[in-house]
């Protein structure tokens, strides 16, 4: 990775398009203005058209699923303690999901619900100088947090994201593949980020979902008080939405997740 003014490619997108609307549980989104504090490290940018929205009602979450993301008072580098240790299925077996993407030099990723940013290193190595790796978050202090990470790991070809809870605030067909990792269920307005995903996306490109299984009976109680919907209820909520499956990769580790695979038709 070239060691070049990295600062110089670090940029916060932030349009204000896409900055994140006030809570709604009902109909289509008014964009407020920007969160406090944003318009000071971001860059101003006319960014996406905002898609259109059509998803009515708010998935069925938890009503505060994100809470503890969106609160400043709670530092990003603690949610490190968390999601960046062995007892985590995802980080122990983060090499081969990163496989399963299989990133090419000079492709565009994005991490949609990046967090601390695990996967960052690895995405960026994998698609080197020539590639891209938009790291997205609806969390500013996540993007402040990989923003930072990028800066002292050096990676030149990340671009951090403030996105909303409706869009992945990236342009049309800017990327061949997004990432989602336990983040899908979080998500408290799945299909207008499908649709979002999927005008992000270029024709013929991938998304790779990985998240938690949820199966009365077998899965945790907190897994399924947490989880909206189990695999197979995902993955028709993606095919509906203009995906066509391609497969499941067996993740050697995995107990309580799954890694599946789409094209976007
Ligand atoms: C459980 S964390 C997973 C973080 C990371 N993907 C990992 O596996 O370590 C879920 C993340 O999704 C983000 N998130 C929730 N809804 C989102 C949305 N609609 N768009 C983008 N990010 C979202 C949260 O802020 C949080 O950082």
């Not at 860059?43 to 503890?68: F, K, L, W, Y």
């Not at 492709?107 to 994998?126: C, K, P, Y």
């Not at 698609?127 to 500013?140: L, N, P, R, S, W």
């Not at 983040?183 to 999927?198: G, K, P």
Request: glycine content about 8%.
């Amino acid at each position: 990775m070239s060691r070049t003014p990295y600062f110089a490619l670090l940029t916060l997108a932030l349009a204000p398009a896409c900055r994140r609307a006030e809570p709604s549980v009902g109909l289509a989104p008014a964009p407020s203005g920007p969160p406090a504090g944003a318009a000071a490290t971001a860059e101003q940018s006319p960014g996406p058209a905002p898609e259109p929205s059509q998803q009515m009602t708010r998935s069925a979450v938890p009503a505060d699923i994100n809470d503890q993301f969106l609160d400043a008072t709670k530092p990003a580098a603690e949610w490190e303690n968390r999601w960046e240790v062995e007892s985590r299925e995802v980080y122990t077996c983060r090499d081969q999901i990163v496989a399963a993407l299989a990133l090419q030099p000079g492709e565009r990723v994005a991490d949609i619900g990046t967090g601390t940013g695990l996967f960052l290193s690895s995405l960026s190595l994998a698609v080197g100088d020539k590639g891209k790796v938009y790291g997205v978050d609806i969390a500013e202090k996540f993007v402040a947090h990989i923003q930072k990470r990028a800066e002292k790991e050096q990676m030149t070809n990340l671009q951090a994201v403030l996105s909303n809870e409706r869009s992945v605030c990236l342009e049309p067909g800017s990327v061949d593949v997004v990432f989602v990792c336990d983040a899908y269920h979080h998500f408290e307005y799945h299909e207008d980020m499908l649709r979002s995903i999927r005008s992000a996306l270029a024709p013929g490109g991938r998304l790779v979902i990985v998240d938690f299984e949820r199966i009365p009976g077998k899965s945790r109680e907190w897994l399924l008080g947490h989880v909206r919907a189990g695999q197979e209820v995902v993955q028709a909520e993606i095919e509906a939405a203009g995906f066509r499956y391609l497969d499941e990769v067996a993740v050697q580790g995995f107990e309580e997740n799954y890694l599946i695979r789409f094209v976007r038709e």
